[in-house]
C-alpha cells in the first residue's frame, strides 16, 4: 500500500530545519540574546568577520537543506511512478563543487589573517599597564607603581577589580599561579588562556567608558563558575585618579611587600 | 566509466561448503563451557560486534542520564534535583559545583571512549566487516575477542571512580594538566583522575587491536572478485578510522602514561617550575602544560573523525538503498574519506588557538583546517546527488540517514566559525563550539548508528523493528534534538561559556536561563523518547516480523547471508561480480543487482554496446 502522506510529512520536517533555523537566528537579537556590546577598537573585526561568515553559511545552509527538502518531496517513490534515474555521478559536477567551496574557504583563511595578527601577533611595543594572574578562584592584578616598573616595592596590588584607560593601547601581562585559566573580556572580544610557567601578552584599545565582566573560559576546578571579575573602562583622568586612591589606600592599610615577594616569580 | 558488470564476467557463482571449522562449532555439544565459548568468550565477529552493541547501549544510557544532570543545574542551578538529588546530596537535594564539574567531564568521557568509537568501530565494524567483504570471520579472531574483554576494565575504571574518594575525574574530558595532574588542585583530581587514566588506556588497547584486526581483515579477506574499489561506503569508513586509531593512538597512549608517571610518580612532564597550587608544596617541574594539549589532540584529533567517518559510511550505504540508486561518485566519496583521513593529522592545533600556543602557528593550522571543510562538502554534495532522482523509501533506517545529512550541514558549517582564528577568540570555549560537537556527535553519528541499527537489525536478530514506533522514536528524537542543540549557537553567539555550573551572576548572561530552561526541558524529552527505542529493540527481538535473508533489497554481500548468519557467514561462497550500488540498473527486470548475482547478459550486452 502507498501512503502518500508519509512522504509529504517527512519532506516538510525537513524543510522545517533551515526555515526555523534562520528563524531562530532572525529573532534572537530581538531579545537580546545576541553578541554582547562591543567597546573595543578591534572588535569589529571579529564581528563583521562573524557577520560575515554567517552570511556565507547561512546561504549554503539554506541552499543545501532546501535543496534536501526538494529532493525529498519529489523523488517520494509512493508518489510517482518515474523510475530513478540510474547514474553513478558526474565528473564535471565533482569538479565544480570541488573548487568552488576549495575557493572560498581559502579566500575565506587568507580573508581574515590580517585581523588575527592584529589582536594576537602585533604587540605594540610598551611596558605592560598591568599584570593579571589567574588563581584558583580570582583574578590577582598588580599595577607598576609609581616607577612605572613591575616587580618593584611600590607595585600596586588589588583582586578582580580591574580599571583600565580608553582609548589608548593597554598591554597585559598574564600569568598564572596554579591551573590554566582563560582571561575573558566579552565586550573586548578578547579570550587568551593563562598558563603556569609562561608570561602571555594581551592587549587591545577600548573607546567606550563602561564596567563589564572579566569571565574565566578554561576550567579551573569547582570554583571556575565564580571566578569572575570586573574591568572598569575609564578615560585617562578618572583613570590616573583611581589609580592614586587606590594606592594611597595601600599605603594606609599595609606595609608595600619587599621586593621579589611578588606572587609569582618573574 | 567501466561499465559495472562487464569487468568480472569470467566468475560463476561458485557455491562451497561452509569452512570446517565451522562445521565443527555448529555442533551441538551444550553445557555451560559451551555457553561461554558461544554467548560470552566468543570468537565469532558477531557475538562480539553485539557484545560490543549492547555494552555501548548500556553506556550510551547512563551518559544520557549525566547529560541529563548537567542540564538540570544549568537550567535551574542550585536548585533540587529529583529522584536523583537524594543519592548524592550534601546539603539537601542540591548539587555542589565540583559534583557538577564531575558530571560534565563523565559525561563526554563516557560518551566518546564507552560509547561512540566502540559503538562504530566495536560493534558495527566487527559485525558488518566480515560479511561485507565476503569472509568468514575475522583475521585474527582471539585479537577480536580481547578487543572486546580490554572493554571491560574500562568499564569497570570509569564506573567505579563514580565510588572513590572524591568522585570522578572532573578535569574535563580534555584533562588539561596541571587540574589534572595536580592533586591539591581539584577534590577529584586523586584516584578518580587515576582510574579516568587506567580506563583511558583500556578503551585504547582494545581500539588497538580492532584496528590491526580490521585493517588485516579487509586487506587480505575480502571475497574473489571484492576489489578494494567495490568495497562498500561503510568498509571504507571503517578501513580508514582503523588507519587512524593505528596511527594515533600511540600518542594518546604514551601522553597517558606521562599524566599518570606525573601524578603517581612524582615527574613533571606537564608542570612547570614552582607551581603553587592552593597553597600545596611545588612538586617536580621543568614540563610544559601545553605539551599535553599536543599530544592530546594529535590523537584527539583524528578520534573527531573515527567518531564519524563509519556513520558517514553506513549512512551512503542507506541512503543508497532506500532512494534505489547508486551512490554518487564513488570515487569522489573514497577520495574524500582519505582526505578527511590526512588532513586530520594536522589539523589539531585548532583546539589551542587561545591556549598561548604561537599566534603565527595558529595560522597555519587555521588554513589546514579551513581545507578540511571541504573533503566534507563534497560528500554532502555527493549524498544530494545520490537521492536526486531517485525513488525514495520512507523507511525509518531512512529517514535517520536523511537527518544525519540535514544535521551534518549544520554541524560542518559551524565549524567554520571556530576555524576563523578572529571569530574564535570570542566563541572559544563556549556554547558555540558545545552546539557544533553535538551537531557532529548526536545529530550526526548517533542519527547514522540509529540508521544503522534499524536498517541491520534484521540481519543480527532475524526480524525486523517495529516501523510505525520507529519513526516515532525518529520524529521525537528529531524535534526535541533540534531543540537542545540549536539554540546552543544562539548562547554561543552571547559567548555563553561552556563548563560553568552557574553562569547567571554575570551581567552578561543573567538573562539566559529561560533559553536554557527550555533546552532542558528539550533534553529530558529527548532522553524520554529513547524509552520508545528500547520498547521497539527487546520487543522485536523476540516478537518482530521475520526477516528473509534480504529484507530491504539491497545490494551488498551481508544479504545474501541468512538472517541471523550462522558461524562461518555464509552458506555458499560469495563471488563479487560488481560494485555494491547497482541499483536500478536499466534492462534489469528487478530494481537492484547484488554484488553476488551472476552477471545479467542483457546488461553485459548493453553496457559493451554503449562502450
Same mark, same amino acid.
Given at each position: 500500500m502507498r501512503n502518500r502522506l508519509s512522504g509529504i510529512f517527512w519532506s516538510l520536517l525537513f524543510l522545517a530545519v533551515p526555515v526555523l533555523g534562520v528563524a531562530t537566528f532572525a529573532v534572537a537579537p530581538a531579545f537580546d540574546h545576541w553578541l554582547p556590546k562591543d567597546v573595543s577598537t578591534h572588535g569589529v573585526q571579529i564581528d563583521s568577520l562573524f557577520y560575515f561568515i554567517l552570511a556565507l553559511t547561512g546561504i549554503v545552509f539554506v541552499a543545501t537543506e532546501v535543496l534536501l527538502f526538494w529532493f525529498i518531496w519529489k523523488y517520494d517513490a509512493a508518489r510517482s511512478d518515474r523510475p530513478a534515474t540510474y547514474i553513478q555521478g558526474s565528473h564535471t559536477l565533482e569538479v565544480i563543487w570541488t573548487i568552488i567551496p576549495a575557493a572560498v574557504l581559502l579566500f575565506l583563511a587568507i580573508y581574515q589573517m590580517n585581523a588575527w595578527a592584529d589582536v594576537?601577533?602585533?604587540? /605594540? +611595543?610598551? /611596558? /605592560?599597564?598591568v599584570e593579571v594572574v589567574a588563581r584558583q578562584f580570582e583574578w590577582r592584578l598588580r599595577y607598576p607603581g609609581r616607577d612605572g616598573?613591575?616587580?618593584? /616595592? +611600590?607595585d600596586l596590588h588589588l583582586t578582580n577589580d580591574l580599571h583600565l584607560p580608553i582609548d589608548e593601547d593597554v598591554l597585559i601581562q598574564l600569568k598564572s599561579m596554579d591551573v590554566l585559566h582563560s582571561f575573558f573580556l566579552p565586550n573586548v572580544r578578547i579570550k587568551q588562556d593563562a598558563v603556569p610557567g609562561m608570561k602571555i601578552p594581551v592587549w587591545f584599545k577600548a573607546r567606550e567608558s563602561g564596567e563589564f565582566d572579566i569571565v @574565566?573560559?578554561?576550567? @579551573?576546578?569547582?570554583?571556575h563558575y565564580k571566578m569572575k571579575g570586573r574591568v572598569t573602562f575609564e578615560p585617562r583622568p578618572q583613570f590616573d585618579a583611581w589609580l592614586e586612591r587606590k594606592y594611597a589606600e595601600q599605603e594606609a592599610t599595609q606595609p608595600p611587600p619587599e621586593a621579589g615577594e611578588s606572587l609569582v616569580a618573574n | 566509466m567501466t561499465p559495472p558488470t562487464a569487468t568480472a564476467v569470467d566468475h560463476g557463482h561458485v557455491t562451497v561448503s561452509a569452512p570446517a571449522h565451522a562445521r565443527e562449532l555448529h555442533s551441538p555439544k551444550g553445557g555451560l563451557g559451551h555457553f561461554l565459548s558461544t *554467548?560470552?568468550?566468543?570468537?565469532d565477529h558477531k557475538v562480539i560486534g553485539l557484545q560490543f552493541l549492547f555494552s555501548t547501549l548500556v553506556w550510551f544510557l547512563i551518559g544520557g542520564l549525566l547529560a541529563l544532570a548537567v542540564r538540570w543545574q544549568i537550567a535551574w542551578p542550585w536548585s533540587d534535583v529529583p529522584v536523583l538529588g537524594k543519592l548524592f $546530596?550534601?546539603?539537601? &537535594?542540591q548539587m555542589a559545583p565540583e559534583f557538577y564539574t564531575m558530571l560534565f567531564t563523565m559525561h563526554a568521557s563516557v560518551m566518546i571512549f564507552l560509547v561512540i568509537i566502540p559503538i562504530l568501530a566495536g560493534a558495527f565494524g566487527n559485525y558488518l566487516i566480515p560479511l561485507m567483504i565476503g $569472509?568468514?570471520?575475522?583475521?585474527?579472531p582471539t585479537l577480536n575477542m580481547l578487543s572486546y574483554w580490554f572493554m571491560w576494565p574500562a568499564f569497570f575504571f570509569f564506573g567505579a571512580s563514580f565510588f572513590?574518594?572524591? &568522585? $570522578? $575525574?572532573?578535569?574535563?574530558?580534555?584533562? *588539561?594538566? =596541571?587540574?589534572?595532574?595536580?592533586?591539591?588542585?581539584?577534590?577529584?583530581?586523586?584516584w578518580g583522575q587515576t582510574l579516568w587514566l587506567l580506563g583511558l588506556t583500556m578503551v585504547g588497547v582494545s581500539s588497538m587491536l580492532g584496528s590491526v584486526n580490521y585493517l588485516t581483515t579487509i586487506i587480505l579477506?575480502?571475497?574473489?572478485?571484492?576489489t578494494m574499489f567495490r568495497l562498500p561506503m561503510t568498509i571504507w569508513g571503517m578501513f580508514i578510522t582503523a588507519v587512524l586509531q593505528a596511527f594515533a593512538l600511540p600518542v594518546l597512549t604514551a601522553a597517558g602514561f606521562m599524566q599518570l608517571s606525573d601524578r603517581a610518580?612524582?615527574?613533571?612532564?606537564?608542570s612547570p617550575e614552582g607551581l603553587i597550587v592552593n597553597n600545596a608544596v611545588p612538586g617536580a617541574g621543568?614540563?610544559? =602544560?601545553l605539551l599535553w594539549q599536543h599530544l592530546f589532540w594529535f590523537y584527539s584529533h583524528p578520534a573527531v573523525y573515527i567518531m564519524i567517518l563509519p556513520a558517514m559510511g553506513m549512512v551512503s550505504d542507506i541512503l543508497t538503498t532506500f532512494a534505489r540508486?547508486?551512490?554518487?561518485g564513488y570515487r569522489p566519496m573514497v577520495y574524500s574519506v582519505a582526505g578527511i583521513a590526512g588532513l586530520g593529522f594536522i589539523v589539531w592545533g585548532h583546539h589551542m588557538f587561545?591556549?598561548?600556543?604561537n599566534p603565527a602557528l595558529g595560522i597555519t593550522f587555521m588554513v589546514s583546517t579551513m581545507m578540511i571543510a571541504l573533503p566534507s562538502a563534497v560528500k554532502t554534495f555527493n549524498w544530494l546527488g545520490t537521492i536526486w532522482g531517485g525513488r525514495i523509501q520512507f523507511t525509518t533506517s531512512m529517514l535517520f540517514a536523511l537527518a544525519f545529512v540535514s544535521m551534518f550541514i549544520i554541524g560542518g558549517l559551524s565549524g567554520i566559525f571556530m576555524a576563523a582564528t578572529p571569530v574564535d577568540i570570542f566563541i572559544?570555549?563556549?556554547y558555540f563550539i558545545v552546539a557544533h560537537f553535538h551537531y557532529v556527535l548526536f545529530a550526526g553519528t548517533a542519527m547514522g548508528v540509529w540508521a544503522a541499527i534499524y536498517f541491520w537489525f534484521p540481519k543480527m536478530f532475524g526480524r525486523t523493528m517495529n516501523e510505525f514506533w520507529g519513526k516515532a522514536h525518529f520524529f521525537l528524537t528529531f524535534i526535541f534534538m533540534n531543540g537542545t542543540f540549536f539554540t546552543m549557537h544562539i548562547l554561543g553567539a552571547v559567548g555563553f =561559556?561552556?563548563?560553568?555550573?552557574?553562569?547567571?551572576?554575570y551581567e552578561t548572561f543573567h538573562h539566559l536561563q529561560p533559553l536554557n530552561a527550555f533546552m532542558t526541558w528539550c533534553a529530558i524529552g529527548m532522553v524520554a523518547s529513547q524509552i520508545i527505542f528500547a520498547a521497539n529493540f527487546f520487543w522485536s527481538m523476540f516478537y518482530g516480523p521475520v526477516a528473509g535473508r534480504n529484507p530491504w533489497n539491497?545490494?551488498?554481500?551481508?544479504?545474501?547471508?541468512?538472517?541471523?548468519? &550462522?558461524?562461518?557467514?555464509?552458506?555458499f561462497q560469495p563471488v563479487v561480480h560488481r560494485g555494491p550500488y547497482e541499483y536500478s540498473?536499466?534492462?534489469?527486470?528487478?530494481d537492484h543487482l547484488m554484488q553476488?548475482?551472476? =552477471?545479467?547478459p542483457a546488461a553485459v550486452a548493453a553496457a559493451l554496446a554503449a562502450h
Open positions: 594576537k601577533m602585533r604587540r /605594540p +611595543d610598551m /611596558p /605592560p599597564t616598573e613591575l616587580g618593584t /616595592p +611600590d @574565566c573560559a578554561e576550567l @579551573c576546578g569547582w570554583g | *554467548y560470552v568468550f566468543s570468537k $546530596a550534601q546539603e539537601g &537535594g $569472509a568468514d570471520d575475522m583475521a585474527f572513590v574518594e572524591g &568522585g $570522578a $575525574a572532573s578535569g574535563g574530558w580534555t584533562s *588539561y594538566p =596541571p587540574l589534572s595532574t595536580n592533586t591539591a588542585s581539584s577534590p577529584a583530581s586523586g579477506m575480502r571475497a574473489p572478485g571484492m610518580l612524582g615527574t613533571g612532564f606537564f621543568g614540563g610544559q =602544560p540508486k547508486p551512490l554518487f587561545m591556549s598561548g600556543m572559544h570555549d563556549t =561559556p561552556r563548563r560553568l555550573a552557574d553562569a547567571y551572576h539491497a545490494n551488498t554481500l551481508e544479504w545474501t547471508a541468512p538472517s541471523p548468519p &550462522g558461524h562461518g557467514n555464509f552458506d540498473v536499466p534492462g534489469c527486470e528487478k553476488t548475482d551472476p =552477471p545479467n
